[in-house]
């Protein structure tokens, strides 16, 4: 019998599109073109990520920080980093 999960966060998937963030029992995609940190780094450092308090999402090797408000609604952080 399975267990329960013990992760609150944890990259499920990475393809060449992007990436499947599982958060707190949601799941997010990333996509490259939104999130292009991701695209060309070390796996290493795209699995090394941390759930802070807060609701905040911290990849340390990454210097990249975001929070699950901005997975949920990204239609009301409309800035992107180029």
């Given at each position: 019998?399975?267990?329960?999960?013990?992760?609150?966060?944890?990259?499920?998937?990475?393809?060449?599109?992007?990436?499947?963030?599982?958060?707190?029992?949601?799941?997010?995609?990333?996509?490259?073109?939104?999130?292009?940190?991701?695209?060309?780094?070390?796996?290493?450092?795209?699995l090394?990520?941390?759930?802070?308090?807060?609701?905040?999402?911290?990849?340390?090797?990454?210097?990249?920080?975001?929070?699950?408000?901005?997975?949920?609604?990204?239609?009301?952080?409309?800035?992107?980093?180029?």
């Open positions: 019998m399975p267990g329960t999960t013990t992760s609150k966060i944890e990259v499920t998937n990475i393809d060449s599109q992007g990436l499947w963030l599982f958060v707190e029992q949601e799941e997010y995609f990333l996509p490259h073109d939104d999130y292009p940190w991701f695209k060309d780094a070390r796996l290493s450092d795209v090394n990520v941390e759930l802070l308090p807060g609701q905040h999402i911290h990849w340390p090797a990454l210097d990249v920080d975001l929070s699950v408000e901005i997975l949920k609604n990204p239609e009301s952080f409309p800035l992107k980093s180029k």
